[in-house]
């Protein structure tokens, strides 16, 4: 797993992310990507905020998601997300950077199991998500 | 559990409602609410898509997320996700209209659980949500 | 869904249950079985409490476990359990009598999601599991 | 986190296993115990195995929560298991020596996260277990 990044796992983030609206929209900066790997950074806006003024727990759970797919999806494999449990452990406030990062814990024939972390500027669990990908047959392209 | 709605009730959603840019961003419109009940549709957009021309599993989270918000939260206690299962069992594409129903299934004292489905115009269920929230001794105003 | 039982689901659920010792250990009593469904029923002793003198966690998730795998063998494909979230709502102690009905919510090609809900003698809700299960191509026997 | 263990984080783990009978049962072994973490290993038997001649998931499941209730109550606070998520990565069988290692990712007021890791003998991943747990305001013994 995440041996150095080869120019074929970056073209595959490449063509993920040129037609990822919501990953856009989300403002998702990579920093750093290899085979089973992500991290990626982002700025809550007061778009993101729910009714109590924190950061809304669906744009949490969106940037993991995020990483885990470009994570999951690094090997070339279409690979999707079937389960996913996410823990929030703090909240988070307009203008806040959170940081993602998405490691491969197991990586199967046909299922791929990746442990998500965001934290905050503080180095501060946000959200610990483990999310569980079905790997398909077919090419990520 | 859910006696129809009372003055209060409606109280509490309008002013979650009102405050919370992210679930209108996300176009949420409610259509059934009681206490540990919530029922809302909303209708995937291009801004909503993946790289692969689905929608995005935060969107989907998001959505479901809102509706177990505004469900534990419908007591007057305010009432915080600790965590959060979801399976995806079908996708979704732009224009799709998405139904989504929060049922409590359990409320204790400091712990409530709830029961959210994603169902599709076909009837099909696309995600199904189950989520725990914790309830502060603050009231939700 | 769960068609009246057919003799064919009678002999795959008698062919799991004949070789399972740890569901014989458990004690459990299957009540109902049909096609995607499963009702079971079991009584605490004491040698599955924990150090509290409650049931462990373990057994309710195991009995919730095994009536998931009957419910989703019911069908004849060899199907293993990928992903549960369980979360436990009230303890139970030694002489409990709990029923367990496994549903499920979802069957698509390669996967099935069941929901499995565990109340005890007062219909109050013990835990709430939610599993997800992978349809390899084999058959049950 | 995880200070060398001082008496006191003995004493709780021993109040707790000396009465633990299902633990017992399983017949837990502690290989290392410190504040908010835990390490133990088993072996399976076969009383522990399901129709198709595999560790049943109950069991798995089991020995994880041990480990999670020994890691979580180890600050003297009872702590009680409100979810948890597991992802079944690799089946075991009869005679194989599990590794089961329970880390602490969040420890907040009220809400304890953990992360625990089951390996086989090879070092494999066999589950992967993120439980969430509630600290009343009661002490352990």
Redesign the interface.
């Known amino acids: 797993m995440s041996a150095s990044s080869n120019p074929s796992t970056q073209d595959i983030l490449a ?9 856009q ?2 403002g998702l900066e990579i920093d750093d990507y290899a085979a089973g790997y992500c991290k990626l950074h982002y700025r809550i806006t ?8 924190v950061v ?4 949490l ?3 993991a ?2 990483a885990f ?1 470009f994570a999951c999806n690094s090997h070339g494999i ?1 690979t ?12 988070a406030r307009s203008g806040d950077l959170l940081t993602v990062e998405a490691r491969e ?2 990586l ?1 024939n ?2 791929g ?1 990746y ?1 998500i ?1 965001t934290t905050n500027e503080q180095g501060e ?1 946000v959200a ?1 998500f ?1 999310g ?1 990908g ?1 790997r398909t047959s077919k090419p990520v392209s």
């Open positions: 063509l993920m992310l040129q037609k990822d609206r919501f990953s929209w989300l007061d778009v993101m905020l729910n009714g109590f003024d809304h727990g669906g744009v759970f969106a940037a998601d995020s797919a279409l999707v997300a079937l389960d996913v449990s996410i823990s929030f452990t703090k909240s814990v197991h199967g046909k299922i199991v442990d972390r669990l610990l483990k569980t079905y």
